[in-house]
């Protein structure tokens, strides 16, 4: 071989935890890309409370990973400006809970900007928001709030369920030249895995791609985030007693992947749906309102859905009774079976 030819990299392999994947692939952005800088409440120094961008700063320096004030309008808005500019902010919500004094801006400007425009203008940046219960927090600490934004035109909302998709999605929404909401499942963050990064190749899948994690044929199983693994140990439990149980991990709740869900569901004949939020006007009900429409001579029993209630996020001592469980989705798996 000429030795100026080009090489091609080997694919590497490396067992990374979600946290340590959304690290590698921030930390691959802003190395691609000198426009992306990372904003937040202790992003910086402290490398946020979870630790997502430790090291980032010292590495990049302060005029891009930039420390803000207690004040999330004011970081949303200031990234708006920046986007508007040319930049690509990267935007950390502390937790859930806390992006409420934000609404006003994400709403009314970072979704509405490009239309209002008449396409005249992006704003390509992303929102991080730590999401979802399981870790024994208080109020404002456990929130699954993802419903309000898929509802909104002009935002793309994802979500990685394990360290391979944390690496590669939160890649591919910086890269993206339209605002991108970026949910976390906060209790999978030190869950571990094999990631293979193959540079040369790429993703292995687009950032609004749904993913068949199980193969099944009785019935399937949709679940997103952090409820995906808990489908995934309800299909192994199921397994035990003879039933086979597809697992789809949705990945984007904005735009949705429904050629994979309907192909899913009309093979299967019914279908569970399973997320943290409330099931009352959650992604539950939008996804059994379009399976029962494009499926429904497919369907052998009615859509089902397990979700937390329609109440208050509870104190931590309670929620566990909240929040989805194997045996709640067991449940709902053999009352769908039973038709």
Known sequence: MNSGSAVRNEPAIQKLSLAKGLNAGLRKAMEDDPKVVLMGEDVGKLGGVFRITEGLQKDFGEDRVIDTPLAESGIVGTAVGLALRG?????????????YPAFDQIISQVAKMHARSLGHLRVPMVIRVPYGGGIGAVEHHSESNEAYFAHTAGLRVVTCADPADAYWMIQQAI??????????PKRRYHERAEVVIDEAAGAPLPLH???????????????????VKTALDTAAAAEGEGKSLEVIDLRSLSPLDTDTIMASVRKTGRAVVVHEASTFLGMGAELAAQIQRDCFYSLEAPVLRVGGYNIPYPPSRFEEDFLPD??????????????
């Not at 930049?87 to 992006?99: H, L, S």
């Not at 890269?175 to 976390?184: G, K």
């Not at 791609?209 to 409820?227: F, K, N, Q």
Request: glycine share 6%; aromatic share 12%; hydrophobic share 45%.
């Open 209 to 227: 791609a749904a993913r068949v994690a199980r193969e099944g044929s009785d019935l399937t199983l949709i679940a997103y985030g952090p409820m």
């Open 326 to 339: 194997l045996d709640r989705i067991l449940d709902s798996v053999d009352q769908a079976l039973s038709y």
């Open 87 to 99: 930049y690509r902010p990267v935007v950390e919500i502390q937790f859930d809970g806390f992006i």
């Open 175 to 184: 890269s993206s030249d339209d605002p991108v909401m970026f949910y976390e």
